[in-house]
C-alpha cells in the first residue's frame, strides 16, 4: 500500500506544522553544523507541543516552561548523537524529554546509564546489520495505527505515554481490574507492532 | 538464547517511562541482553514520538528562545549528565545498567544470608510501597521455600540457571508472575544461580517452617 505523505494541518494553539522528514533533516544539519536557524524550527515546533506534554504530568505551566527549557538546552549538547538513519526526531527528543521528566519530577532519582544508548535501536551487538529506517513511512503508520485503535486500548496508551502512569495506577484510576490493563495494554502494543512489522528487524 | 522474554506491557510501559525505578533498571538491564525486546521498545519509543506530534501544544511565553540561546552560551556545559560514563571491562558480563549501579562484581558484594542456601542483595534503587529490587543467589541444588505472590514479580536470570514447575530459565531468561503463581524455583547447575528480582509486594512464603523463616528472611 503506497503512503503519501500527508499534509499536517496546522495546530490553532501553539505548535507550527512540519511534516516528520523536515524535522529530522532540521536535526541532523543542527547536529552537524550548530546551525542556529534549524534549532528555531525545531524549538517552534516542539517546544509548544513538549510544554503540553509536561503539563500533562501535573507541573504548572511555569514548571513546565522552564523544563521546556531545560530539555532545549539537553537538545543542544546531545544533537551530535542524533542518528537521522535510526529514529525520527519526534522520538529522540521525545526520549529525551521522558528521561528528563524522571529527572525533575520524581523523588526517586533515575539509575545511571549511558544517555546515548537510549538512541540506539540495537543495544545488543549480535553482529547483524544495521538497517536505515525509512522515518516518514514509519510515522505515517503509526499515526494510522494510533487512529486506528479501539478508544478504550489507545485512552490506556496515552495514559501511560502523557501522564507516565503505572499499570496499577491506571488500574485504580479508571476502576479496572489490573488484569484489564494490562491485556489491553498488551493489545494495544500488539496492534502497533503487527503495522510496524517491516521496521523492526 | 533467551527463551523467556518481558510482557510487551512492561515493556510498552517502560518506553513510556511510566515504570517505578526498579522495575525501569530491570527493564534496562534485560535489554542490554536481549534483542528481541530491545526492538520492541525502539517501537514503543517511536510510538512516543508519535503522540507528541499529536499534541495542538501550548504556546510558550514571547522571547523564550532568546533566553534559551542565551542560557545555551553563558551556562557551563560540563554539568554531570554530561560526563562520559565509563563501564568497567572486567564487568561486562553484567548488563550495562545494573553494572554501574553496582560498580563491581557479584562475589564482591556484601550478601546477607537470609536462609540456609539463600542470600540477598538489595539494590539500592528507589520503590513505593512494598516495592524491593534485589540480587538473590541460590545455592547449587537448594530448593527454595514455596511461595507464592500477592503482588507482581519479575525475575531475570544474571548467572546459573533454575528450574520450577513452569519451565527452565538461563542467563538474560525472565519470569513474570502474579498473584496467581505459586512456585518452588530450584538451582539446577553446579554454580550458584543469582537472579535480579523486583517484587512490588511481600512474598508469601508456605508451610511450617516458611512461616518460621518468614519474619527472618524478610523477602
Ligand atoms: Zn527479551
Redesign the pocket.
Do not use: Q
Given at each position: 500500500m503506497p503512503y503519501q505523505q500527508r499534509e499536517i494541518v496546522a495546530s490553532p494553539s501553539g505548535g507550527t506544522s512540519v511534516p516528520p522528514n523536515r524535522l529530522s533533516q532540521l536535526l541532523a544539519t543542527m547536529s552537524a553544523t550548530q546551525d542556529r536557524g534549524s534549532f528555531r524550527e525545531l524549538y517552534d515546533y516542539f517546544a509548544p507541543r513538549l510544554k503540553q506534554f509536561y503539563m500533562r504530568s501535573g507541573t504548572d505551566e511555569a514548571m513546565a516552561e522552564e523544563m521546556v527549557q531545560e530539555t532545549f538546552v539537553l537538545v543542544w549538547r546531545k544533537s551530535h548523537l542524533y542518528d537521522p538513519s535510526r529514529s525520527a526526531a519526534s522520538t529522540w527528543i521525545f526520549t529525551i524529554a521522558r528521561n528528563h521528566r524522571i529527572d525533575r519530577l520524581r523523588r526517586e532519582k533515575r539509575f545511571v546509564q549511558k544517555e546515548e544508548h537510549f538512541f540506539e535501536a540495537e543495544l545488543v551487538d549480535d553482529g547483524s546489520q544495521d538497517r536505515d529506517v525509512d522515518q516518514p513511512k514509519m510515522s505515517l503508520i503509526i499515526n494510522e495505527a494510533l487512529a486506528e485503535l479501539p478508544p478504550n486500548q489507545a485512552e490506556l496508551v496515552r495514559l501511560s505515554f502523557y501522564e507516565e502512569v503505572t499499570h496499577a495506577e491506571i488500574a485504580s484510576r479508571l476502576q479496572l481490574p489490573l488484569g484489564t490493563v494490562k491485556s489491553r495494554l498488551r493489545l494495544a502494543f500488539g496492534r502497533l507492532r503487527k503495522k510496524l512489522a517491516e521496521f523492526e528487524t | 538464547m533467551?527463551n523467556h522474554?518481558?510482557s510487551d506491557e512492561m515493556l510498552m510501559s517502560y518506553a513510556a517511562g511510566a515504570l517505578s525505578e526498579g522495575a525501569s533498571l530491570f527493564v534496562a538491564s534485560?535489554?542490554h541482553?536481549?534483542k528481541?525486546?530491545a526492538q520492541r521498545v525502539f517501537t514503543a519509543e517511536a510510538v512516543g514520538g508519535a503522540l507528541i506530534d499529536e499534541l495542538d501544544g501550548v504556546p510558550m511565553s514571547s522571547g523564550s528562545f532568546d533566553d534559551l540561546m542565551l542560557r545555551i552560551e553563558n551556562e557551563p556545559s560540563s554539568d554531570a549528565a554530561m560526563e562520559r560514563i565509563e563501564s568497567t571491562p572486567d564487568l561486562s558480563h553484567i548488563p550495562e545498567p545494573l553494572q554501574l549501579l553496582l560498580g563491581k562484581d557479584y562475589s564482591e558484594l556484601s550478601w546477607k544470608s537470609v536462609a540456609p542456601g539463600i542470600k540477598q542483595f538489595i539494590l539500592p534503587v528507589g520503590g513505593n510501597r512494598g516495592e524491593k529490587t534485589r540480587l538473590l543467589k541460590l545455592s547449587p541444588g537448594f530448593v527454595t521455600p514455596t511461595h507464592s505472590h500477592r503482588g507482581y514479580e519479575l525475575t531475570m536470570v544474571m548467572q546459573g540457571s533454575y528450574s520450577d514447575e513452569s519451565g527452565r530459565y538461563k542467563v538474560?531468561d525472565?519470569q513474570e508472575a502474579d498473584g496467581e503463581i505459586d512456585h518452588q524455583p530450584i538451582a539446577d547447575t553446579d554454580e550458584d544461580c543469582i537472579c535480579l528480582i523486583y517484587t512490588d509486594a511481600p512474598l508469601e512464603f508456605k508451610g511450617v517452617i516458611n512461616r518460621i523463616l518468614q519474619p527472618f528472611i524478610g523477602i
Open positions: - | 533467551i522474554h518481558i534485560h535489554i541482553m536481549c528481541r525486546c538474560g525472565v
